[in-house]
């Protein structure tokens, strides 16, 4: 069966979203994603990629609250990124209402440095970008000099 990036339940979705809500509480409960998981996560809970904005909040929400491998931040990266470009109508298309969706849940708790890779990564692989990504990774540079002149 085919899967939505609206979202649109399907039998499809309901096996993936089990398989993601155990691999967030497996994680979540450990506190740590490990290289396994993050091969686990690649092969076997997200293997087609991420098909909807819950699967894409359910790994935002985790980066953000466990502590990772070095291999969870290039695979979640580009997990989203391909999410964003290429799952959502129009291909390499990045619309206002997905832009301000996506830059609102990277900013949720303040930007981190996978969030702003993940902004400029979305920059260079669409052919087009809504201006609010742009806004984001100029707040976030902003916030970064102020950073260094308060230190």
């Known amino acids: 069966m085919t899967r939505h990036a ?15 809500q155990y691999f967030v509480g497996n ?13 686990l996560l690649q092969c076997h809970v997200l293997e087609g990629g991420v098909f909807n ?13 466990v502590d990772a491998d070095e291999s969870w931040a ?9 999410f964003v ?5 129009p291909s390499g298309t990045v619309t206002a209402d997905d832009a301000l969706w996506l830059t609102s849940a ?7 440095e996978t969030s702003i890779n993940i902004a400029y990564a ?19 540079r902003q916030q970064a000099r102020l950073q260094k002149l308060a230190a």
């Not at 994680?27 to 091969?39: C, H, L, Q, R």
């Not at 909040?57 to 609250?65: Q, V």
């Open 6 to 20: 609206d979202g649109g339940p399907e039998e499809g979705d309901k096996m993936v979203r089990q398989k993601l």
């Open 27 to 39: 994680v979540t409960e450990k506190k740590f994603i490990s290289a396994s998981d993050v091969k």
């Open 53 to 65: 904005r819950h699967e894409a909040e359910a790994l935002l929400a985790l980066d953000r609250s």
């Open 74 to 82: 290039p695979v979640y990266s580009s997990l989203i990124v391909n």
């Open 85 to 89: 470009v290429r799952r959502t109508l």
């Open 106 to 112: 990277l900013d949720l708790a303040g930007p981190t």
């Open 122 to 140: 979305i920059l260079d692989e669409a052919q087009h970008v809504d201006i609010a990504v742009l806004d984001f990774i100029m707040r976030c």
